[in-house]
């Protein structure tokens, strides 16, 4: 700080040259004297000071407080003030005008050259925070995306430009009001208002980021989809006394993601409707064709058809209306279903004996040359369970079971109610060809079929209706295969239906 310029503000003259002296002694320059607040103003305006030694007790209309008052806020000059009184009320006035030092005479030259040090040095720090603080404040408010600050209390104490033009509010308004209340963000899909972030990082002290489909209720009610994240500030290296957020506009990226997202689904339901087109085709003309074939039979035979060949036509075409009927079920089943018209009504109802009646309608129906082997390992099997549903749901895997099995193969059905957990669990096993593992993981896709089920009939609805009903029952089903070996599916069902009786709810 050697050779620093530094004006002498002092009202006895004799005592300005001795500090002027002091102060050359010291190394210092002195850029002049003065006496009284105006002529101090002038000169430290004409010899542009590093330092101002300002004595309290001034000639004129003006102390020195009143005049350090000045020079500090037209030349931003520190000052260092000299006064004989160190009475409380003459430090408090002094304070206000934030002093880099205070010396009470008499004064060393030593003590002189502390407070002088100290006051240069003082300054230059505040010099350089202050274009910290500036550079900091232009880089934020040129920022594209928006910043927030907030202080420990939750309060705005910062907006930059960019944050004014997404939420709708001004700085000048929003300082000092709830953050929660400027950052107002809800959950996109379901609209809740979420936990706001500032809140977060006060209570867990650490850096959020929030999820995917967050957006941002601007002042005017407007929404936009955003993506965030709020950080800590911390003074020292434990104690938190404020927040960062920063945000950006998704608007335009959401849209495209949406666009693509829409475009996709097109594609996909395009290929699902050429798929139904071929499947349920090929599935209608097969019947149709035993029908025909029935039917030209018996006008080509005529009287002379015997009772026993009539009997044949007769049972193919029923099997063939049998097939066409539940194809019809399985296509109105999936089409209330993809329009979520598929309606769940829980009832009390005994599973065991649902589970003897399904089997012995199933057998009647199918006529099957498999063994179904129905075993239950619980004594109450009492459940509230939509049992339309659950007529699909087995149904499809009783019939896929006995499909895929060789003739005489046995089917086991297994019944388990567990009262601790409150679920009811069912097994359906067979040892016919099994599941190729590559086509395990798609088995529940629409119209999808298994590669090694060959010319064995089938539309690849049966366990997507499976999968809509145990949905439906807020369950699980899983499945274990091995080629050659069998497969084995197991469900599992909510024992009680969390959905009230009296209610019925459209999934």
Not at 462 to 480: E, M
């Amino acid at each position: 700080m050697d050779q620093a310029k530094i004006l002498v503000v002092e009202d006895e003259v004799i005592v300005a040259r001795t500090i002027a002296s002091q102060l050359s002694q010291l190394g210092y320059i002195v850029t002049g004297t003065a006496s009284s607040g105006k002529v101090a103003i002038a000169k430290a305006s004409e010899t542009q000071p590093e330092l101002v030694l300002m004595d309290i007790i001034l000639k004129g209309d003006m102390d020195g407080i009143a005049t350090a008052t000045q020079i500090r806020e037209q030349l931003d000059v520190p000052v260092i003030y000299l006064t004989a009184y160190g009475d409380d009320h003459t430090l408090e006035r002094a304070k206000i005008t934030q002093p880099f030092g205070y010396i009470v005479k008499p004064f060393t030259t030593k003590d002189l050259k502390i407070a002088i040090e100290i006051g240069l040095l003082k300054h230059q720090l505040e010099r350089e925070l202050r274009e910290n603080r500036d550079q900091l404040a232009t880089l934020l408010n040129s920022m594209s995306d928006a910043v927030i600050a907030a202080n420990e209390q939750g309060k705005v104490t910062f907006m930059n430009p960019a944050a004014e033009v997404l939420t709708g509010w001004q700085q000048k308004d929003a300082l000092g009001n709830e953050a929660a209340r400027i950052f107002h963000i809800v959950d996109e899909v379901t609209e809740t208002t979420l936990e706001n972030p500032v809140t977060k990082v006060l209570q867990e002290q650490q850096v959020v980021y929030l999820g995917e489909f967050t957006s941002l209720i601007t002042k005017n009610g407007k929404i936009v989809p955003i993506g965030d994240s709020a950080s800590p500030l911390k003074r020292g290296s434990d104690h938190i006394n404020g927040v960062v957020v920063v945000f950006w506009d998704l608007s335009e990226g959401r849209e495209t993601k949406l666009l693509e997202q829409a475009l996709e689904k097109e594609q996909e339901l395009n290929h699902l409707k050429s798929l139904f087109i071929s499947t349920v085709s090929h599935e209608f003309r097969n019947p149709l064709t035993v029908v025909q074939t029935a039917v030209e039979l018996m006008e080509m035979q005529g009287a002379n058809l015997t009772d026993t060949k009539r009997g044949i036509y007769l049972k193919r075409i029923q099997g063939a209306v049998q097939s066409m009927e539940q194809l019809m079920e399985e296509v109105l089943f999936m089409g209330r279903a993809e329009a979520e018209k598929l309606i769940f009504n829980p009832a009390p109802l005994n599973l065991e004996q649902f589970c003897r009646e399904l089997i012995e309608d199933f057998l009647i129906v199918k006529s099957s040359v498999c063994e179904i082997v129905f075993t239950c390992h619980s004594e109450n099997t009492s459940a509230v369970m939509d049992e339309g549903l659950l007529h699909y749901l087995f149904a499809n895997l009783l019939s896929n079971a006995v499909k895929y099995s060789p003739k005489g193969g046995k089917i086991q059905f297994d019944l388990i109610c567990n009262p601790i957990e409150k679920v009811a669990i069912f097994y359906i096993q067979d040892r016919g060809m099994g599941i190729p593992e590559p086509d395990q993981a798609r088995l529940f896709e629409s119209f999808y079929r298994a590669s090694n089920v060959k010319s064995i009939q089938g539309t690849g609805l049966g366990l997507v209706i499976v999968k809509r009903c145990v949905d439906a029952h807020r369950g699980q089903i899983s499945v274990t295969s091995e080629v050659g070996v069998g497969t084995k599916f197991a469900v599992i069902l909510p024992l009680n239906s969390e959905l009230s009786l009296t209610e019925a709810s459209e999934l």
